[in-house]
């Protein structure tokens, strides 16, 4: 709008009109991202609820299931996920400094790291193919097994496929934020995008702190 | 506003992925020790400080306006509300017979 230039002469970079200043625009940006993630916690809150339910009902089955899991691969993948998680926060940090090169290392570093999680978890998804262990579309299990095993690894499959999806939305997203960065759109006072990333990104990490120990550390004084 | 821009230090940033790190340790240590029941409360106690300390550092909410804190604890409250009644529900189930069941079964 051209005969609104007068309004443009204090008006910081990157912030919409509908909002007094950066200080309002990034609370509501915060809070709308919030409000996402807080369907996305009740969404995930279904399954756990249903795992609760079962493992109530079939302790044994979810005990014996559990067994089959690789507790190193497991912590391996929770490592490599908080990590990716501290160099989120660190993209953050620099995204606040207007530091383009920085926020451009760390989300590299993020993405890498959530590809190793990624390509860990594909490992463990065909050792189960080649153990007949996946519910439906090869399920054979060895030897002596309560009937109720394959709950366990519809659930297993339900919720880490969930979570998977949710990692590689986020690689996906990760992309189009390292172009943007290299194109130089983000700084000190437009940064929003980074920072609700991040969110995103601690939030599919907290899924994994929950599913790590309910899915691989069952009953494990008992083998 | 301005009080609402102190965001963490690297160094806290660092603390608080050690902090994980011992925690996760400790998860898979417990694991591997017996105690009954008592081990998956104490892997659920561990994960659910693990991730408070998640969304309390690493997601600002330390940082952050008070209503956007009250907005994070209000959908964490109706998780555990989902949480209790699907529980409470299943349960309870077998604690009364149904009044049709309950004809039946004097037929």
Request: aromatic share 16%; charged share 10%; with cysteine.
């Amino acid at each position: 709008m051209a005969d609104h230039a007068h309004d443009h002469e204090h008006h910081p970079y990157g912030l919409a009109h509908q909002f007094e200043d950066t200080a309002q625009q990034k609370e509501s940006v915060l809070l709308g991202m919030w409000s996402f993630l807080i369907t996305e916690v009740l969404f995930f809150g279904g399954y756990f609820a249903t795992y609760l339910v079962y493992r109530t009902q079939y302790p044994i089955a979810f005990t014996e299931g559990s067994y089959q899991l690789d507790v190193k691969l497991g912590a391996f993948n929770t490592v490599v996920l908080i990590l990716s998680s501290l160099t989120m926060a660190m993209a953050v940090h620099e995204s606040h400094k207007g530091n383009k090169n920085g926020i451009l290392r760390y989300l590299i570093a993020t993405f890498i790291l959530g590809g190793v999680f990624l390509c860990v978890k594909y490992v463990e998804y065909s050792a189960k193919f080649e153990h007949g262990l996946v519910p439906g579309l090869a399920w054979h299990p060895h030897g002596e097994h309560s009937p109720q095993l394959a709950l366990f690894f519809s659930l297993y499959f339900g919720m880490t496929g969930m979570h998977a999806l949710h990692m590689i939305i986020g690689a996906g997203l990760l992309i189009w934020l390292m172009v943007k960065t290299a194109r130089g759109t983000y700084t000190a006072e437009y940064n929003a995008p980074v920072e609700v990333f991040g969110l995103y990104w601690h939030f599919v990490d907290i899924v994994w702190i929950f599913l790590f120990p309910l899915l691989y550390l069952l009953g494990k004084t008992h083998g | 506003m301005a009080e609402h821009h102190n965001s963490p230090t690297v160094g806290i940033y660092l603390s608080v992925f050690a902090t994980l790190m011992v925690l996760t340790a400790l998860t898979v240590w417990v694991a591997f020790v017996d105690m009954g029941a008592y081990n998956d409360l104490i892997a659920m106690v561990i994960a659910c400080t693990k991730a408070t300390v998640v969304i309390v550092f690493f997601m600002h909410v330390k940082y952050s306006s008070r209503l956007l804190w009250l907005f994070v604890a209000a959908g964490f409250l109706f998780l555990l509300i989902m949480f209790a009644f699907i529980m409470a529900d299943y349960a309870s189930r077998g604690w009364m017979e149904a009044p049709g069941s309950y004809f039946l079964s004097i037929q």
